[in-house]
């Protein structure tokens, strides 16, 4: 036929949208050289015809078909058309269904692609149409995604589609989907191009069939794939991708009803500009709020999103927002409403299931879990629901919860505060030695450092207290408080995975580096959780939240998380942040002289001017405090009478 059997294109496939697939629309018959006969002397011509194009075509081969005609033996002569031909051959098990039809009507173009016979039809995708297909010589059954374009021309959906094999290429998760071959093929017959994917054959269907053929599900099964996905939605956010239309439907079963996230094509990495500006691409009822307002801009967060209404619906068979809503009210719901509780809907769950599914649900992106947070109480939640009589499991809910933890770490301070005044101010510093020690524990946050900015605080405020521009420093009690509050500013970083801490900045994935540009959000959540439990017990909260949430905003507005610009970032904030750069360019190796020319290159942009005004008259106390703590001392806690002792001058 003058073309190769490795390059046939499948039929014109068009772009699945809103969810329905298309059919393919009708080629031309086979055109060209008629294809060689099949020898054998008792063949009707018209089967012939028929053996020789399914030859060419690339879905038999000659020892294929001689078998089959061994079968068929004395019938031979009885396959007079080409319908009863093809039929004989799916009895036998030589075609499918689907390449029957493809045959009899002449629309065999892409019968193969690669090295890969296409055996059926399964559906389509966010890009593309799905195959089932079948390598002859290793008889492995595999997926094929294609789609065709006209031409050469390479079109969006057409980088899209590419964009997506890339992705699956870089990760290798037993929840996602694998990848196994990629390529394209052009046909000479009419003027397109294929492009197509070879993928992991996931035969067990989809959840979102699953549910609906089975109801909702028991709180064991539906934990356990919520922790798969959990775990696969880890992998792809720590190689920096973002699916971006997680949903039921795109959650394959396999044989053993085990989970691997499918359909990448709406994935992005951050720095791409694949999807158009304004393109809303996803299905509305699994999409976070921010993916309605800026579709570009979205994080690893959108995705925990997607995962609490899939969990929520595998749970209920409904969705969080009420019934019967059209499409610009479930947009309004989405972006201004909370979503139902899930004991709303179904009774009798785990408390512990109903928060977390609160948590991801949250429209402030960064109050949400993160993929591995969530792994792990989903884990526990399973192990729970699967034997209730377990008495102790390999991690407990309160090892999970970091919140829950401290809550109880401070429950002894409570009842001191709540019950004796002239005990406050003592338990005050208690609470706030306990809440340094927590974060001590972190990476980069030694028992030294946590020391030295509490010392170069007290000794800045006390310089401001002097002036009339700072009044609320001229209290030295006002001052001390301050100092101990700084020594807690990391608090936040408690709450996140150990494993991230210890990876240099320079080496931090974008996935990486927004989740550790939560954690002042992590803190001040902490610190909210024991407001609300004490209420007025602990007034001086508000100022260590200062500390805690806003000691990276910069001057000029560029820092996180609230990106506060100027005197709107609290005082005691601006005073941390300075005293923690100096303490890291030290311990980083540079002399007193370079640590202050660094603070003074950023004057105006990450620091106060006024404040770096005020430092000169005691820069020289800051190096004597760097030079009489050091890194390596005893890991005590830091007591409010050890402040004032400090080598400090006054």
């Not at 080629?27 to 089967?47: E, F, I, N, Q, S």
């Not at 094929?144 to 969006?156: A, M, Q, S």
Request: hydrophobic fraction near 40%; charged fraction near 20%.
């Amino acid at each position: 036929m003058g073309q190769s059997t490795t390059m046939n294109p499948l039929p014109q496939l068009r772009t699945v949208r809103d969810g329905q697939i298309a059919t393919p629309e009708p080629m031309a018959p086979v055109r060209g050289a008629p294809p060689k006969l099949v020898d054998h002397p008792k063949l009707p011509a018209t089967a012939q015809q028929l053996l020789g194009e399914a030859i060419q075509v690339g879905v038999l081969n000659n020892s294929e078909v001689k078998q089959f005609l061994v079968r068929i033996g004395e019938r031979i002569p009885q396959l007079t058309t080409r319908d009863y031909t093809a039929d004989a051959l799916v009895h036998f098990g030589f075609l499918t269904p689907y390449q029957k039809s493809r045959l009899v009507s002449g629309q065999t173009h892409g019968l193969l692609l690669g090295n890969y016979r296409i055996l059926d039809r399964l559906g389509g995708g966010t890009v593309g149409t799905v195959f089932t297909a079948i390598h002859p010589f290793l008889d492995r059954k595999v997926a094929v995604k294609v789609l065709t374009f006209e031409g050469d021309h390479r079109t969006n959906t057409a980088e899209r589609f590419l964009d997506e094999a890339r992705v699956l290429a870089r990760l290798n998760h037993p929840h996602v989907v694998g990848i196994l071959d990629a390529g394209m093929a052009k046909s000479e017959a009419r003027d397109e191009s294929i492009l197509y994917t070879v993928l992991e054959l996931v035969d067990g269907g989809d959840v979102e069939n699953f549910v609906y053929d089975h109801g909702a599900q028991p709180l064991p099964q539906a934990c356990e794939w919520g922790r798969q996905i959990a775990l696969g939605l880890r992998a792809i956010h720590e190689a920096g991708i973002v699916h971006r239309d997680l949903k039921p439907g795109n959650l394959l079963l396999t044989a053993s009803r085990g989970i691997k996230i499918a359909d990448f094509g709406l994935a992005r990495q951050p720095t791409s500009t694949r999807t158009p500006c304004q393109a809303l691409l996803g299905t509305l009822d699994f999409l976070a709020p921010e993916q309605l307002q800026d579709p570009t801009t979205v994080g690893p967060p959108a995705d925990i999103y997607a995962l609490g209404v899939t969990l929520f619906w595998m749970l209920t068979g409904k969705l969080p927002y009420p019934e019967g809503l059209g499409l610009k009210e479930l947009t309004d719901f989405i972006l201004k409403s909370t979503p139902r509780r899930l004991k709303e809907i179904r009774s009798g769950l785990p408390a512990e299931l109903d928060d977390l599914i609160a948590r991801m649900l949250n429209v402030n992106p960064s109050h949400r879990p993160t993929a591995a947070i969530a792994a792990q109480l989903l884990a526990t939640l399973a192990a729970v629901s699967n034997n209730p009589d377990i008495a102790e499991l390999p991690v407990k809910f309160s090892e999970i919860s970091r919140v829950e933890q401290l809550t109880e770490l401070v429950q002894q301070l409570e009842q001191t505060i709540t019950t004796k005044t002239a005990h406050v101010a003592e338990a005050h510093a208690s609470l706030l030695a306990t809440l340094a020690a927590m974060s001590k524990k972190c990476p980069g946050e030694s028992d030294g450092h946590q020391r030295r900015i509490s010392a170069y605080v007290l000794r800045l405020a006390r310089a401001l207290g002097k002036t009339p521009r700072w009044i609320v420093l001229t209290d030295p009690n006002a001052q001390v408080e301050l100092a101990v509050v700084a020594a807690a500013h990391d608090l936040g970083l408690f709450e996140l995975p150990y494993g991230l801490l210890e990876i240099e900045a320079t080496l931090r994935t974008p996935s990486d580096e927004h989740l550790y540009q939560s954690h002042p959000v992590r803190g001040s959540t902490i610190l909210n959780v024991l407001a609300e439990k004490n209420g007025h017990g602990l007034p001086f909260l508000r100022n260590l939240r200062a500390v805690v949430r806003h000691h990276h905003e910069c001057w000029d507005g560029t820092g996180y998380p609230d990106q506060l610009r100027g005197e709107n970032i609290p005082l005691a904030a601006r005073i941390v942040s300075i005293a923690d750069a100096y303490d890291r360019y030290r311990t980083g190796g540079q002399a007193h002289v370079e640590a202050m020319l660094q603070l003074d290159q950023y004057s105006g942009q990450a620091f106060d001017p006024s404040l770096l005004q005020q430092l000169r008259s005691c820069h020289h106390d800051w190096d004597a405090i760097f030079s009489v703590i050091p890194d390596t001392g005893q890991s005590e806690v830091i007591p409010l009478a050890a402040i004032n002792r400090t080598a400090v001058p006054k």
